[in-house]
């Protein structure tokens, strides 16, 4: 693979989609780059093409139109089994041995495999899987069955494991889903410490919800219907006029602390 560009982590130029089996336009007109220590946040509603645009940037599928680079690498161009090596994906749908420890699980980030290769871990990737679990702040856990786990503990769990390869890029894909208001605080406090210990590390969390934002967000795009309805700073789209026009409904946005609150406002 070529060498990255020392900012830009992911540059995605007139990007366009469309579903095969019916020719649906999922993602029309997309432009888009995300640099080394931004963290951001995707939002939009149900079907305007969030997992889609997650799932370009992380290698997973192909444009239709356009042109997408990761890492330096353009796709069409690159092996992307290697490519994706070196980019953090957690998701709540991913398929994790329940009876695995959590050391276990972690430890299958060296390998980027659902059963552990235990041949492949010397000491001292051992060594990094207990720091990754400390460093995510779930090091009591390390024997603990991941499906036994709560909600927040596997989110954390699943993070450290993706930061098994030290990407350069880390996707999360609804990591807030179900957890409680405890979880989902642990989860919050350990993205800020995630943010204060890697300050190279860039970030794309799609949410639901405004008030899962760690304060360290950085930047937001608002999708709809498959375009940019607004994409930049949080300071100047997580408000109420851009979150209005991106969801069809009266929005108001506040923030208190570094944390933000979105609720829906009277029509009319």
Not at 29 to 35: E, F, N, T, Y
Not at 137 to 157: H, M, N, T, Y
Not at 228 to 257: N, Y
Request: charged content about 25%; glycine content about 10%; proline content about 6%.
């Amino acid at each position: 693979m070529n060498q990255p560009s020392p900012r830009q982590v992911a540059s995605i130029e007139g990007v366009g989609v469309r579903r095969v089996t019916s020719d649906q336009l999922i993602l029309d007109g997309i432009d888009w780059s995300v640099r080394s220590g931004e963290h951001w946040a995707l939002l939009g509603a149900n079907g305007a093409g969030k997992t889609t645009l997650l799932k370009l940037i992380g290698a997973v599928m192909h444009p239709t139109t356009g042109t997408v680079e990761v890492l330096g690498n353009r796709l069409g161009r690159v092996d992307v089994r290697e490519l994706r090596a070196h980019i953090g994906h957690v998701s709540t749908a991913q398929r994790v041995p329940q009876d695995a420890t959590a050391h276990t699980v972690v430890l299958t980030g060296a390998t980027g495999t659902v059963q552990p290769l235990w041949r492949k871990y010397d000491d001292e990737t051992r060594q990094l899987a207990t720091e990754l679990l400390s460093e995510l702040g779930c090091k009591e856990l390390a024997d603990r069955p991941f499906g036994v786990c709560s909600g927040g503990q596997r989110a954390r769990i699943l993070i450290a494991r993706s930061l098994m390869p030290a990407p350069s890029l880390l996707l999360l894909d609804e990591p807030f889903n179900a957890l409680d208001l405890p979880s989902r605080e642990d989860l919050i406090d350990a993205l800020c410490r995630l943010a204060a210990d890697r300050p190279s590390l860039a970030t794309v969390t799609v949410t639901h919800h405004l008030e899962e934002l760690p304060p360290t967000t950085s930047h937001a795009l608002l999708l709809r219907e498959g375009r940019v309805a607004a994409r930049g700073p949080v300071s100047e789209v997580l408000t109420g006029a851009l979150m209005t026009r991106c969801f069809g409904r009266p929005i108001e946005v506040t923030r208190q602390d570094g944390r933000w609150l979105a609720r829906s406002g009277r029509r009319g």
